[in-house]
């Protein structure tokens, strides 16, 4: 794989990261719930956070493993996707983010799969891990607001 390949895969996954910067855009205007707008509101400027590091990544010209979370709670493998609505539940909202990043996170992994290249596949994974990552972070959240009790 040469640096014009990398960059082009680099790009994908910054043009992710805006769609999914926009879904929470959309989301948070489309809730009723002020905690809610405001949790919205905080993910997508998390997505808009992701997106200016993989611009350093795309203008830094260097080809390389970035990410590397391996940790995974499969929580969001659990759940069912939860609908947009304007009166949502914290919990449901966290688990729809949940999802976002969890489709984000078999994207890159399918791509992988499929890769005959080592290189690219490597860079799918990267990626994949990157989604994980933040993955992760949601369903520390979930679990944080969807199971008080075990606090």
């Known amino acids: ?26 989301a948070a205007q489309k809730v009723e719930n002020p905690q809610l707008k405001e949790m919205f509101a905080d993910f997508a400027e998390e997505e808009r956070r992701h997106r200016e590091i993989l611009k350093e990544v795309y203008i830094s ?11 995974d709670y499969h929580i969001a493998e659990n759940l069912d996707l939860p609908e947009l609505s304007t009166d949502m539940k914290p919990a449901d909202a966290i688990a729809l983010a949940m999802k976002k990043e969890e489709a984000a996170m078999v994207q890159y992994t399918s791509l992988a799969d499929t890769c005959q290249e080592p290189d690219k596949k490597n860079v799918f994974l ?26």
């Open 126 to 151: 990267d990626l994949a891990a990157m989604e994980r990552g933040h993955k992760l972070r949601m369903e520390n959240a979930f679990v944080d607001i969807g199971f008080p009790e075990v606090w």
């Open 61 to 71: 010209n260097r080809m390389g493993d970035y990410f590397h979370e391996d940790q």
């Open 1 to 26: 794989m040469n640096l014009s390949e990398y960059k082009n895969i680099i790009k994908f996954a910054m043009e992710n990261e805006v769609e999914a910067q926009k879904f929470y855009e959309e």
